[in-house]
């Protein structure tokens, strides 16, 4: 799970994100609206932390900065303990998933973040099409117009990494950090290798192709676009 974390405290800030890596997140950390520029139009999260005490932001244009940057993430707000009922009242109006006063339990934090992505991860079907594929989500087991599919564990991870976005260029660092678990541009290789095993066994023998490659970004199953 890929975590944005907006915390100006930059001991506080530290010490979520280590806490956030045990817990197996990919956690990026910044420390003003200003930075949220940096980001690249691809870039996604599965969830944003936002501290509302970051430097030189008016009152609740943080959160609104984040919600139209990315509208479908779930934000968790972190404010100071004197925060004002009304301000928190307002957060959760404007669209805030959950609201923690500080100090809190790191315990607790990731608690809270687990509930919220439970809540909005679940999927809504055990079996997931898309076209002529079926994937089932319980027993992984795959198959293209009736016929079936033997993927190995990573293959069937990186396929259902991808059908979480259909039709969506799915960047390869993003791959390379949520299926992989690891961060960098090392493995990005590793990512066209199994996409090749994907595409050997889902694409061979129909003649629509699922698996897209997007130039310059990444891949993606389904929809229509730039590809080869």
Known sequence: MRLLLVEADHALAESLQSRFQQENFSVRVIFSCAQ???????TSFDLVLLDTNAPNVPDGDLLQSVQSRWPDTPVIVM??????????????NAGADDFVLKPFAPAELVARVNVVLRRLNRPARDVFILEDLEVNRVSHEVRRAGRPIDLSPKEYALLEYLLRKPGAPVPRSSIV???????GDSL????DVYINYLRRKIDAGSD????RTIRGVGYQIGGNGNHC
């Open 188 to 191: 990005t290789n590793v990512v």
């Open 177 to 183: 950090e949520d299926v992989w678990r690891m961060h």
């Open 208 to 211: 629509r192709p699922l698996i």
């Open 79 to 92: 404010a100071s303990p004197d925060t004002p009922v009304e301000q928190r009242v307002r957060a959760l």
């Open 36 to 42: 949220l520029a940096g980001f690249a139009e691809t």
